[in-house]
């Protein structure tokens, strides 16, 4: 009886040791409803995004975060959370799906998913520590019947390093299977150890197996990056094959005709928001492919802190253009709901005329202006915007106060092809010398914006609260039309 009893004590042990190795969650106190913005309750935050589906339902597999990556010691101790939904607008919440279950287990990175052969696979790295003290990142990978209940496989890691890559920076293997042959292949985020360019040695190594236990290194499918190419993305989409990549913290994307290249650039970086981290994607109904991934905290809070690891998902729905460029939009079923449209009176300050909901200045020999007051914090901006011939800038001040002292400044620029919000910017946007449609979120201390439903840009703005919103334009004459506010409905969580 006593043997009984001390085994018994000793499992309960071992149970209580494993669940203090990662953070809690409690999937049952989070959001059901709509995860545009959405961050998870008990000072939790998301992390990086790796979207899978299946059948027409989209499974939103996340990083948990607890301490913006200072966990364990600053090695993150992350683990894998998910979101499922089949309309993108009633979801599901799991429990952590891949957990830290083992001491020497300092992280559960990011990863990807495959189904193949009745199964899910997930694929992922796992951060540790070595014998010398020295960091590692080293491959594992999950098997599970329904994509949610997931056993890790032995040997854990399965692959340790690859000849000529870096060990400390061996990370983010995005997964398919090449269903002729039954290959898996890995694209993982690493740096050559000897580049030609030593500042351009970052690379995606190829890895392919057909039993995941021998592995064979083919050429790399992306050289001569500033930094480690992180969070890869791979897909096929219309005849197009995508390949997607962190560098420096900003994503992008090249295009090919063929799997491995060579690549093309696309004609402009649509998924190059500086404030969405980690952009990954995964198909949809009806040929549809929805991105997500991450709004960053800001130090300190301010709006001029930089990056902090861990915030607010995002998603976007992607559009192909005829030559394989993607643009960008807010996926309909996940803008906001709103209250009926606030009626608010335009003030013409100056060189400007107002009638109704329709702005017009006249701005020639310098800088005209009009404002809205008593804007709501929370709401859904929507209007067009039509040049009149040439002008030099042109847009708005939102969060704003008297004389637009303070806010946040919406600037269009024709001539540069930029569009700026706050401190952070988009390029490479034509178009902007024409009549354009104009879709503002302002929630919380987010402010997301869709330009003519190709390109995005979104900031976290969390300081500036004024009531006023002001409209302006820079030696030229611009129309601002139809411009209507709805307050945002406070959602149940």
């Not at 040791?17 to 008990?42: E, H, M």
């Not at 390029?427 to 449609?437: E, H, S, T």
Request: charged letters at 25%; hydrophobic letters at 35%; one cysteine or more.
């Amino acid at each position: 009886m006593k043997k009984c009893l001390l085994s018994l004590l000793l499992i309960m042990g071992s149970i209580c040791l494993k669940a203090q190795l990662g953070v809690r969650y409690d999937p049952k106190i989070q959001s059901t409803r709509n995860l545009q913005y959405w961050r998870p309750k008990g000072n939790l935050f998301v992390g990086d995004c790796m979207p899978f589906s299946k059948n027409g339902a989209y499974s939103f597999y996340w990083l948990l975060d607890s301490a913006h990556h200072a966990s364990l010691k600053g090695l993150g101790g992350h683990q894998w959370a998910l979101s499922t939904t089949n309309d993108l607008k009633n979801w599901k919440q799991e429990p952590v799906v891949l957990g830290i279950d083992e001491e020497w287990e300092k992280s559960i990175c990011t990863g990807s998913i495959v189904f193949y052969m009745n199964r899910y696979y997930a694929f992922y790295a796992t951060r540790l520590v070595n014998k010398e003290g020295q960091v590692n990142e080293q491959l594992s990978y999950a098997i599970s019947p329904d994509g949610v209940h997931f056993e890790k496989q032995k040997p854990n890691p399965f692959y340790t390093s690859a000849p000529g890559y870096s060990k400390r920076d061996f990370r983010d293997p995005k997964v398919f299977v090449d269903e002729k042959t039954g290959e898996f292949h890995l694209f993982v985020s690493s740096w050559q150890e000897n580049p030609i360019l030593r500042h351009a040695g970052g690379a995606l190594v190829h890895l392919t197996s057909k039993d995941l236990k021998d592995w064979k290194v083919l050429d790399p499918v992306l050289t001569g990056q500033s930094s480690v190419p992180e969070c890869p993305d791979y897909f096929l989409w219309n005849g197009w094959y995508y390949l997607i990549y962190g560098d420096n913290g900003d994503t992008y994307y090249v295009k090919s005709r063929s799997p491995y290249g060579p690549w093309e650039e696309p004609r402009y970086q649509t998924i190059n928001e500086s404030w969405i981290n980690v952009v990954k994607t995964a198909e949809f109904k009806n040929n549809r492919r929805i991105a997500a991934g991450w709004i960053p905290s800001r130090d300190q809070n301010k709006d001029n802190g930089g990056e902090r690891f861990g915030g607010n998902a995002i998603f976007r729905e992607l559009l192909q253009e005829t030559d394989g460029t993607l643009s960008a939009k807010f996926p309909a079923e996940m803008i906001p709901e709103t209250g009926p449209e606030v009626q608010l009176k335009m003030v013409a300050d100056l060189y400007a005329t107002a009638s109704g909901q329709n702005l017009s200045i006249k701005a020639t020999n310098g800088v005209g202006a009009a404002h809205l007051e008593a804007v709501p914090q929370n709401c859904r901006i929507t209007m067009e915007i039509v040049p009149n011939g040439p002008v030099d800038e042109y847009g708005l001040y939102l969060r704003s106060n008297d004389h637009a002292e303070a806010g946040y400044k919406l600037n269009f620029s024709p001539n540069s092809q930029t569009v700026s919000l706050g401190n952070t910017m988009i390029k490479a946007v034509a178009g902007l010398n024409k009549p354009i449609n104009v879709d503002i979120i302002v929630k919380d201390d987010i402010i997301d914006i869709s330009i003519d439903r190709k390109r995005c840009i979104v900031n976290r703005t969390p300081e500036q609260k004024g009531e006023l919103l002001w409209f302006y334009a820079k030696h030229g004459e611009v129309n601002f039309k139809s411009v209507k506010v709805y307050p945002l409905k406070e959602e149940d969580q």
